[in-house]
Antibody, heavy 119, light 111 residues
Framework: QVTLRESGPALVKPTQTLTLTCTFSGFSLSTSGMCVSWIRQPPGKALEWLALIDWDDDKYYSTSLKTRLTISKDTSKNQVVLTMTNMDPVDTATYYCARGGGLDAFDIWGQGTMVTVSS | QSALTQPASVSGSPGQSITISCTGT?????????VSWYQQHPGKAPKLMIYDVSNRPSGVSNRFSGSKSGNTASLTISGLQAEDEADYYC???????????FGTGTKVTVL
């Protein structure tokens, strides 16, 4: 059974750096073709793709957020980490990690973690 | 990279069929057969309903079907049921530097 779970702070202050961790099971990111994406959804708004890391450690970012995002993986821990710098209230959203992205659909999603940016 | 365009809302009565459109460009929807559809109930994570334009994952009802013509993809729900009331999002691979793009989302209401 494939599962993903996001973890991280529920509240961050403006200008701070957000670090989110996606811990997964049921698959390995060292398997050829496998990838994990981060996606966010502001309250009442649409989904927005943020970043992807694949089995070969290739990384892809949303053009509009590229300068603020870093994605990395720890294959031994089955974890993918996303950092977002210079947080702003408009970054308030539920952040999801999901298996897939690129040419592949997002077939399994985590439950999401709500992050509020406020002083 | 702009979001794909979906109607804000679509409604239908139980048993009817409805279709949700998803319009992009030749750089995304029109250029590749990598369109997927997601169902999201309030407070829940999205669920994959259709991938690669018209394929259903195991366990998804055959009342859901997908198609594509030019730069527009479509999701059809036949035999509409109360449990189908949810938000629906399309997504596509894109040749722009942003790898994936989502649609603006459609709220489906069962009357």
């Amino acid at each position: 059974q494939v599962t993903l779970r996001e973890s991280g702070p529920a509240l961050v202050k403006p200008t701070q750096t957000l670090t989110l961790t996606c811990t997964f099971s049921g698959f390995s990111l060292s398997t050829s073709g496998m990838c994990v994406s981060w996606i966010r959804q502001p309250p009442g708004k649409a989904l927005e793709w943020l970043a992807l890391i694949d089995w070969d450690d290739d990384k892809y970012y949303s053009t509009s957020l590229k300068t603020r995002l870093t994605i990395s993986k720890d294959t031994s821990k089955n974890q993918v980490v996303l950092t977002m710098t210079n947080m702003d209230p408009v970054d308030t959203a539920t952040y999801y990690c999901a298996r897939g992205g690129g040419l592949d659909a997002f077939d399994i999603w985590g439950q999401g973690t709500m992050v509020t940016v406020s002083s | 990279q702009s979001a794909l365009t979906q109607p804000a809302s679509v409604s239908g009565s139980p048993g009817q069929s409805i279709t949700i459109s998803c319009t992009g460009t030749s750089s995304d929807v029109g250029g590749y057969n990598y369109v997927s559809w997601y169902q999201q109930h309030p407070g829940k994570a999205p669920k994959l309903m259709i991938y690669d334009v018209s394929n259903r994952p195991s366990g998804v009802s055959n009342r859901f079907s997908g198609s594509k013509s030019g730069n527009t993809a479509s999701l059809t729900i036949s035999g509409l049921q109360a449990e189908d009331e949810a938000d629906y999002y399309c997504s596509s691979y894109t040749s722009s530097s942003t790898l994936n793009v989502f649609g603006t989302g459609t709220k489906v209401t069962v009357l």
